[in-house]
């Protein structure tokens, strides 16, 4: 069965990365609680790369920002849909809400979409 994946980058203050995961440990198990199958989160490290458009070149980084790149594994989209729907009403997230603000995430420069797992292989 494909599974359905929803994927981001975003733009983080570097000094705010340990707090952003704080959070979003916290955020992921709420997705998790209501059936995501997989949360993860990752901070950029080797974003200088000879070819392709990098990810601070995608993210417009400015001085002091790097990137995280992360998604949630679903069973499908219409899944997905259900999760997303569930969690938005959840009262843990909102509670986040001061927590995102402290961390200074500029939403604007996040890109993020829905894709259907094509290629799902595991060691």
Do not use: Q
């Not at 392709?52 to 993210?59: H, R």
């Not at 790097?66 to 219409?78: G, L, M, N, Y």
């Not at 899944?79 to 604007?108: F, P, T």
């Amino acid at each position: 069965m494909p599974k359905y994946v929803d994927g981001y980058v975003v733009p983080v203050k570097t000094k705010h990365l340990k707090a952003y995961f704080a959070m979003s440990r916290k955020a992921g198990k709420v997705w998790i609680d209501h059936g995501a199958l997989e949360y993860r989160e990752c901070g950029g490290d080797d974003l200088t790369v000879a070819w392709g458009l990098p990810f601070p070149k995608l993210a417009k980084l400015k001085k002091g920002e790097t990137v995280v790149f992360a998604w949630i594994v679903f069973k499908s989209r219409k899944d997905r849909d259900r999760v997303n729907a569930a969690v938005m009403k959840d009262r843990r997230l909102a509670g986040m809400m001061d927590e995102a603000k402290k961390i200074e995430m500029d939403s604007k420069r996040m890109t993020y979409g829905g894709f259907i797992a094509g290629v799902d292989l595991v060691a």
